[in-house]
């Protein structure tokens, strides 16, 4: 049995990994050899990507810019990725969109954006990629939210949706273990200079609360959540799926806690203040 953690030549896709915590995942696996391909909706930001990725030494390197939310896009930006990369070795689902809101204060349109991102988006990136996974031995990771089963006011449509997220991995790990194909979810705590970090904790003071309340003293980096998708992708980790895998410093194992309310509380300041 192999200890290594290898990569080379494997073709990994990374939906939503043009900046943040997913282009840190594309990032490492360029970082390992590995044939890489990213997809989001900004042309631009594709193209920033796949250039950083081949600096960063991957095999190959290739974008194309899509919404999840469309599933014949989806279906043919990733027939494209198939045409130049063959089967796929991995595929991280990753593309987001979340912003604080009370639920008495979205509009219904509001609160389906977000389902329809990361949820349905989810939904088109894994069936889409469905008929091109190496079968057996692809591994799939979507990346998930403590939301998904930690209640935030303020949140209710991303809780909502990213609960979905890992009900999908779940059973999609039954119905495609079959074929030898793995689902996994990553939920990254608080991920440090991230868009997603700074919707949630926009100001230096709850930062700050955020991370005195870390156990292990610190913000999460995009390396952390990395180094956890690319563990879950090797062979070291084949007799691993249907897990949701928290890499957060043990934050979350205090509940939602101050986040929970927090945020709740600004918006309803907010509201006051108007
Ligand atoms: P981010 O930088 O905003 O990354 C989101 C990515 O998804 C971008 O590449 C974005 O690119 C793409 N995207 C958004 N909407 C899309 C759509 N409709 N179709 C296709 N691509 C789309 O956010 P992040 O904070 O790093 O978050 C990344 C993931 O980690 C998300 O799944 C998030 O829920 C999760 N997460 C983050 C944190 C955190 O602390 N940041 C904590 C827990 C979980 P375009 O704008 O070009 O589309
Ligand atoms: N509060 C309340 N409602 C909001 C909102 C906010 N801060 N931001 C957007 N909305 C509503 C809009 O008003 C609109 O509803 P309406 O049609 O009833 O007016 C609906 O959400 C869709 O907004 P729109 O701007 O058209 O969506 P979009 O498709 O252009 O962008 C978002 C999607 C809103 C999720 C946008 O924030 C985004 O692109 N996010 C990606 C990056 C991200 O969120 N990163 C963090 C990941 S954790």
Not at 63 to 82: K, Q, S
Not at 91 to 103: Q, T
Not at 205 to 216: A, G, H, K, T, Y
Request: glycine share 12%; net charge negative.
């Amino acid at each position: 049995m192999t200890r290594e953690m290898e990569f080379r030549d494997r073709s990994i896709i990374v939906i939503g990994g043009t900046s943040g915590i997913n282009r840190g995942i594309a990032e490492a696996f360029a970082e390992s050899g590995a044939k890489v391909a990213v997809a989001s909706r900004s042309q631009e930001k594709v193209d920033d990507t796949v250039a950083a990725l081949k600096d960063r030494g991957a095999a190959k390197a290739l974008g194309a810019a899509f919404d999840v939310r469309n599933p014949e896009a989806v279906a043919a930006g990733l027939a494209g990725f198939n045409a130049e990369l063959g089967d796929f070795d991995v595929l991280i689902s990753g593309a987001a969109g979340n912003f604080p809101a009370l639920m008495s204060e979205m509009s219904v349109n509001a609160f389906r954006t977000v389902v329809e991102i990361d949820l349905m988006g989810t939904v088109h990136v894994m069936k889409g990629a469905y008929p091109y996974l190496k079968k057996p031995g692809a591994s799939i990771v979507n990346i998930s939210a403590p939301q998904a089963y930690l209640p935030y006011e303020g949140q209710a449509h991303v809780c909502a949706a990213k609960a979905g997220v890992d009900q999908i991995t779940r059973t999609l790990s039954m119905e495609w273990g079959g074929e030898g194909v793995r689902v996994n979810s990553v939920v990254p705590g608080f991920i440090d200079g991230t868009e997603g970090a700074k919707r949630l904790a926009p100001t230096e003071e709850i930062r700050q609360q955020v991370l005195d309340s870390v156990p292990l003293g610190r913000m999460g980096l995009p390396d952390d959540v990395a180094n956890m998708c690319l563990f879950l992708s090797s062979d070291l980790a084949t007799y691993v799926s249907g897990c949701v895998i928290n890499v957060d410093g043990a934050v979350y194992q205090r509940g939602s806690g101050y986040l929970g309310q927090q945020m709740g509380d600004m918006l309803r300041a907010m509201r006051k203040s108007n």
